[in-house]
Nanobody
């Protein structure tokens, strides 16, 4: 069992930065690939980024590649999403998720544990 709590969201101007944190409880955290997803009003939840269990491999959606960076600290049971050069279209609720697979993916149903989400709002 893994419980996830996101923090770090807020209101920022376009071009600014935010760092999201996902704090996990549960001994299984360090073995699980992790992902970040987001959901804007009226839209489907979409993949943002993922990282393997060790942090040695990462993936990003085309819309955030080059601007966002995912990392993890297994000693602290934490995953981070550094978001730079934010755009108004990045506005959404951001969710942290733990995979039920041994690999990460961009497929929402591969993730079994989800946090409650944190709101990110980017003003123009």
């Amino acid at each position: 069992q893994v419980q996830l709590v996101e923090s770090g969201g807020g209101l920022v101007q376009a071009g600014g930065s935010l760092r999201l944190t996902c704090a996990a409880s549960g001994r299984a955290f360090s073995t699980k690939p992790m992902g970040w997803f987001r959901q804007a009003p009226g839209k489907e939840r979409e993949f943002v980024s993922a990282i393997n269990w060790s942090g040695s491999s990462t993936a990003y959606s085309d819309s955030v590649k080059g601007r966002f960076n995912i990392s993890r600290d297994n000693a602290k049971n934490t995953v981070y999403l550094q978001m730079n050069s934010l755009k108004p279209e990045d506005t959404a609720v951001y969710y942290c998720a733990a995979s039920k697979r041994t690999y990460y993916s961009d497929y929402r149903k591969d993730y079994e544990y989800w946090g409650q989400g944190t709101q990110v709002t980017v003003s123009s």
